[in-house]
């Protein structure tokens, strides 16, 4: 299955009102806004948006609000992923009977199962769907890293395994997959930081939380690396390099939903265990913000 979802996709927040309450007519507004502003896609109910704190209906009417909110301007893909096999089997399931693009599969978490775990639980997920599926390794999360030869073993044996989101600065791992997948395999820097670097080495693009404020800037980061002005697209990573760090001083979501509070797109409500940027930590981002 050949599926290209984009070189810019944005893991999307997900807005709240002053009640923690999703605002789903605030979600629509900031996706309309992020297909226009260089995002091919978005992703609804990924670590970005919550998810460890959104109810599965809530999921479900992100979903649905996004979808009608891009309206064939860009793609709408789920973060369906979970610990527990048959929580995301049924995710996944629900996620294309609502008309999701594609899933968002992330390594099961705090339970750290084996290679061997991993491949079955991926395997489950794949036999249970037809949507093309996105796996995410992220380590930092998860506890546990997704080898290349996992990945690998995947992509071979399911063809709706169509990409990695990769967020771990491993690059030997990309090389590896890079030089023994088909390039319609596409590879994902997860950390906007990385970008660059994983471009060099094949990668596709980068699903993005800096895209929220610089979709364009990454898009033209991109094309122009892609096209060969190499000098104009490390430029570009340089000026926006700041503002990928800042955007990281604090748990994710909290600081970008700080600038986008700022910019006056969303509120910056998040929900708890997460917290609200302070005084002096806001300040320092809107600093950095205000400087590029």
């Known amino acids: 299955m050949r599926y290209d979802a984009g070189e810019v996709i944005t893991a999307m927040v997900t807005p709240f009102n002053e009640k923690r309450e999703v605002d789903y007519e605030k979600a629509e507004i900031l996706a309309y806004q992020l297909?226009?502003?260089?995002?091919?896609?978005?992703?609804?109910?990924?670590?970005?948006?919550?998810?460890?704190?959104?109810?599965?209906?809530?999921?479900?009417?992100?979903?649905?609000?996004?979808?009608?909110?891009?309206?064939?301007?860009?793609?709408?893909?789920?973060?369906?992923?979970?610990?527990?096999?048959?929580?995301a089997v049924m995710m996944s399931k629900r996620a294309e009977k609502e008309g999701a693009d594609a899933i968002l599969s992330v390594v099961p978490y705090y339970n750290k199962p084996s290679q061997s775990g991993l491949i079955e639980h991926f395997s489950e997920i794949a036999k249970s769907?037809?949507?093309?599926?996105?796996?995410?390794?992220?380590?930092?999360?998860?506890?546990?890293?997704?080898?290349?030869?996992?990945?690998k073993t995947l992509a071979r044996?399911?063809?709706?395994?169509?990409?990695?989101?990769?967020?771990?600065?491993?690059?030997?791992?990309?090389?590896?997959?890079?030089?023994?997948?088909?390039?319609?395999?596409?590879?994902?820097?997860?950390?906007?930081?990385?970008?660059?670097?994983?471009?060099?080495?094949?990668?596709?693009g980068v699903i993005s939380v800096a895209s929220h404020l610089f979709g364009k800037?990454?898009?033209?980061?991109?094309?122009?690396?892609k096209t060969g002005d190499v000098m104009t697209a490390k430029n570009m990573h340089l000026k926006l390099y700041p503002i990928f760090k800042k955007l990281f001083m604090a748990p994710n979501p909290v600081p970008v939903k700080a600038a986008l509070a700022y910019r006056e797109i969303i509120e910056d409500y998040v929900r708890q265990p997460l917290v609200e940027l302070t005084k002096s930590e806001r300040?320092?981002?809107?600093?950095?913000?205000d400087a590029i």
Not at 49 to 59: A, H, N, Q, V
Not at 130 to 151: C, E, F, H, K, Q
Not at 218 to 224: A, D, E, L, V
Request: hydrophobic share 40%; with cysteine.
């Open 217 to 225: 800037e990454i898009k033209s980061m991109i094309r122009n690396f």
């Open 283 to 289: 300040a320092e981002l809107i600093f950095t913000l």
């Open 129 to 151: 769907v037809d949507l093309p599926i996105i796996l995410y390794n992220i380590p930092s999360r998860t506890g546990i890293n997704m080898s290349a030869d996992t990945v």
């Open 35 to 87: 297909v226009n502003t260089g995002s091919d896609a978005v992703v609804v109910a990924g670590t970005t948006g919550e998810s460890p704190t959104l109810t599965f209906d809530e999921e479900i009417e992100l979903l649905s609000s996004v979808k009608r909110a891009v309206s064939g301007n860009g793609k709408v893909i789920m973060g369906a992923g979970s610990n527990c096999t048959k929580t």
């Open 157 to 204: 044996n399911f063809p709706n395994i169509v990409a990695l989101k990769q967020s771990s600065p491993d690059m030997d791992m990309i090389s590896e997959l890079r030089s023994s997948l088909p390039q319609d395999f596409a590879i994902y820097s997860g950390d906007d930081s990385l970008t660059l670097p994983m471009l060099s080495l094949g990668a596709h």
